[in-house]
């Protein structure tokens, strides 16, 4: 399975980003990362296969929503309220089946190439 992501860009301190990723096959839980500069990637967050149950990063966490449509195999992060810390390269990644430690990167099986987040101040 691959992974495409897109709808990274510039945007101001406030503003907001849709991120996309689609999935070239079938996937369980998908989730997003984000990597900033000088950092070690880190969780962002993820949702169940039927997309009843999600799980954030308390930073992100009245900010962001992750969504997904089954039917286009496709997982958006919407992101709102960016701040500057929020600058970050954002990957998504899936699994392939059931997993539990959903926040930790090596539990997934799918990585996109990743989409670039510069959020000014």
């Known amino acids: 399975v691959q992974l495409q992501a897109s709808g990274g860009g510039k945007v101001q301190a406030g503003g907001s980003l849709r991120l996309s990723c689609v999935a070239s096959g079938v996937t369980s839980a998908m989730g997003w990362f984000r990597q900033a500069p000088g950092k070690e990637r880190e969780f962002v967050a993820v949702?169940?296969?039927?997309?009843?149950?999600?799980a954030y990063v308390d930073y992100v966490k009245g900010r962001f929503t992750i969504s997904r449509d089954n039917a286009k195999k496709t997982v958006y992060l919407q992101m709102n309220s960016l701040k500057p810390e929020d600058t970050a390269v954002y990957y998504c990644?899936?699994?392939?089946?059931?997993?539990?430690?959903?926040?930790?990167?090596?539990?997934?099986?799918?990585w996109g190439q990743g989409t670039l987040v510069t959020v000014s101040s």
């Open positions: 949702i169940g296969w039927t997309g009843g149950s999600a």
């Open positions: 990644a899936a699994t392939r089946g059931v997993n539990w430690y959903l926040t930790e990167a090596r539990v997934y099986d799918y």
